[in-house]
Structures are given as C-alpha cells and as structure tokens.
C-alpha cells in the first residue's frame, strides 16, 4: 500500500483501538471477563488498577505480544489476532512501545538500539540510520553523546528516553507506554509527562499509558481507563473522582492522593 493511500485509510477512522469483550485467563484465574475499551486517535490515556488487574497484560495482547482468551483487539484497523504474519509486520511499523526502565539491550549503544527496528523493519543505508537515530535522541532531550553510550552508562531517567527514542524510531502512530515515571524522582517525572505531552502535541500520537502515577494522569492524560472488577471504568479524572466504586475512591481520595494534591496546592 502506498503512504498516501495508508495515510487516508488510517485517518478515516476516529478510533485507534478497539478492544471488544476480552477475556483474559490464566488457569482457572480470571483477569479481564468482558472488557471493552475504544481509545480515540489522537487521545492521552491513561490506565490504572489495584495489584493483579491485568494492565500490564492488557497492554500485551494489543501490541500481540500475548493472545487473550476471548473477544477481539482492533489496533489500527488491523485485527490483532486474526491478521496474517505480513499484516501483524505491517502493524508493528506504526506502533511503538516503552516497556518499563526502557528494556534496552545491554550490549547495544543507545544509537545501535534505537536502530534494531530500522533494521528489523527497514532497508536503509547506515549513514541514513546513523542520522535518523541522532534525531530521535534530540526528540527525546538527550545530548548528541548519549548515542554511543551503553545503557548501563546512563541514569534511570536517561535509559527511559532513549528507550522512548527507540518506541519513535519508524514515526509510529501509537505509543505504548508501560509505567514510565516509575522510579524517576518527581523532577524527573514531571520533565518525562512534559516531554510526553510534547511530543504527542507535535507528532499527533495516540498514547496508550500504564501508569500509576496520580500526578501523570492530571498532568497529560486526556481520559482514564481504570481496570475495576475485570472490567473497565472510563472517564475523565474529574469524572472518576465522583464514581462511588470504593477502589475509584480510594486511589483518588485516598492518603496518598490528598498528599499529592496538598503538596500540588503549596
């Protein structure tokens, strides 16, 4: 398919994913039973849940990396887990993911990983590659030097943007993110949701956020998805705050939310 022609097909629709009745079950453990979640092209959103709700799983099964046990996962028109090898290929050029500390591979400078999907994906030359990687690594605020080093020579908060530089590597039109403020400290937090909000404002992506994170959400996400009882709840953060689900109120009103938003007021 030609750009243009993959550009207006994929701009058509107002959706970017789809997930209808989704079971997910591991042994006579049920995770997800009937969970149904459009994300709109173009949204921040932001998911959340209690211990053992499945995010992380959720996650997985919409980029194919782990099959649900029932119901159905559009990404981009494509049916995740009814599409062919070459489809799935295909769907895995307009995605990108950020798994949790970056997942970089150790042996790999920054710019060598930022370029594995190139490689995968691409037929490029390695001067073409070498300048696409420095790109990315200005796009996500690191110096030009970060591009030679080893993953183990950068700080946590380092590891996350090139490991974000990487999910950007072939322009995606989606983003998934796996907890990425996780043990950045607030400064450090609060710089990555900026750079997130930034980057989807300049680029037009659609973001995909599992997070835990109570100033992430009121900082950049657009609505929330809250795993709850198997099933999801979505909203608005304001619009959740008034549910009278106990879990909903608890995480929102809870002692570390009125700590979060007492220090947000100082």
């Not at 998934?176 to 609060?190: C, K, M, R, S, Y």
Request: aromatic share 4%.
């Amino acid at each position: 398919m030609a750009q243009n022609e993959k550009n207006s097909a994929r701009d058509d629709d107002p959706i970017a994913i789809r997930i209808q009745g989704i079971k997910t079950q591991f042994g006579t453990q049920v995770i997800h039973d009937g969970l149904s979640l459009d994300v709109k092209r173009g949204e921040v959103i932001g998911v959340v849940g209690g211990s053992g709700t499945g995010k992380s799983v959720l996650l997985r099964e919409i980029v194919g990396l782990q099959r649900p046990s029932g119901g159905t996962i559009e990404l981009l028109g494509t049916d995740v887990w009814g599409a062919s090898l070459e489809e799935r290929n295909r769907l895995r050029t307009r995605i990108g993911v950020l798994f949790q500390d970056g997942a970089l591979f150790s042996s790999l400078t920054v710019a060598e990983n930022i370029q594995v999907p190139m490689r995968e994906h691409l037929t490029l030359s390695q001067t073409l590659m070498d300048e696409l990687a420095a790109l990315k690594i200005k796009m996500v605020g690191l110096s030009p030097e970060a591009g030679s080093k080893l993953p183990s020579q950068l700080s946590g908060g380092m590891r996350k943007r090139a490991g974000l530089a990487r999910a950007l590597a072939l322009d995606p039109d989606v983003v998934f993110l796996d907890e990425p403020t996780a043990g950045l400290d607030p400064i450090g937090a609060a710089a990555f949701d900026e750079l997130i909000r930034s980057l989807q404002g300049s680029l037009g992506l659609t973001v995909f956020m599992v997070t835990h994170d109570l100033d992430s959400l009121a900082a950049i996400c657009d609505r929330i998805a809250a795993l709850v009882d198997k099933k999801v709840t979505v909203g608005t953060m304001a619009q959740l705050m008034e549910s009278d689900n106990p879990w909903l109120q608890e995480y929102f009103h809870g002692p570390r939310a009125r700590a979060a938003s007492g220090m947000a007021a100082e």
